[in-house]
């Protein structure tokens, strides 16, 4: 006969909650980094690199979240295991539904509208690849879920899309980033839990073992090579912003005194 079973969300401490935040963290402000690059690109090309690498960076980085979280989640009385293909799927909605969203909002220039459809777009994508990775989870039993607390996930998950997109286009402090990125893992990391808990288990010890990978043999190095692309595609972009002239800059000394040079050479001239 089965019974209710009981949720753990922190089989490792606070080390899988700190390490999701802080991967949401980095994805939220690489993507804001790379739609601010989209906007003041000067050709099409470089725009749309840049907007597929902010729909990649923030969509695994939300994914990243979701998955890392979910390495200390365990329930009494059944092993977890995850189904591959549901998984990668998982990932990959995650990715198109954030691309999708910020096109829209890039190609609308922060108006009202396409800002407000972006992130209804986007949100509702978030919600999916949740949703869609817990259906990759495989107990010896049945998972349900509360539908107050899955409403409210969806919400959480829709506003905390459409600042996201808002500030890509509205932020271009760096330190100003650095505070949207924290505020957005803040977001994010709320949507997993309040999603979490809306998950209710029957577990049905007499039934046949779960099918799929384990956490650690799968999840496990594919986060920690997700994970690993985020924080160099960080330093990339960190990197290539110092070296980049902000519109309205001063040019920089050296060329400034070369175009001051050649003023007072062409000035002088015709008086030589």
């Not at 999701?20 to 050709?43: E, F, I, K, N």
């Not at 990125?181 to 808990?197: D, F, I």
């Amino acid at each position: 006969m089965g019974s209710m079973g009981t949720i753990s969300e922190t089989g490792f401490g606070w080390l899988t909650p700190v390490l999701s935040y802080l991967m949401a963290c980095v994805g939220g402000a690489l993507g804001l980094r790379a739609t601010l690059r989209a906007v003041l690109a000067g050709d099409r090309r470089s725009r749309r690199n840049w907007l597929i690498a902010a729909a990649i960076a923030i969509g695994t980085g939300i994914w990243t979240m979701h998955f890392i979280a979910m390495l200390g989640f365990a329930v009494v009385g059944t092993q977890v295991r995850y189904n591959v293909p549901l998984t990668l799927a998982s990932l990959a909605v995650a990715i198109a539904v954030v691309g999708g969203g910020v096109f829209v909002v890039a190609r609308g220039e922060g108006r009202p509208g396409p800002l407000l459809a972006g992130g209804l777009f986007t949100g509702f994508g978030v919600a999916a690849m949740h949703y869609l990775g817990m259906a990759a989870v495989r107990i010896d039993g049945t998972i349900r879920y509360a539908p107050w607390e899955v409403g409210t996930s969806v919400v959480i998950a829709t506003v905390a899309a459409t600042a996201a997109l808002w500030a890509s286009l509205s932020i271009k402090n760096p330190l100003a980033t650095l505070g949207a990125s924290l505020v957005m893992g803040v977001a994010v990391s709320a949507m997993h839990y309040v999603g979490m808990a809306a998950v209710r288990v029957h577990v049905d010890p007499g039934g046949p073992a779960p099918s799929g990978a384990t956490a650690m043999d799968f999840i496990f190095p594919l986060t920690v090579g997700l994970g690993s692309y985020l924080f160099l595609t960080a330093a990339y972009v960190g990197l290539s912003d110092s070296e980049r002239i902000e519109p309205g800059a001063s040019p920089a000394p050296a060329a400034s005194s070369a175009a001051a040079g050649s003023r007072r050479a062409l000035a002088e001239g015709p008086n030589r």
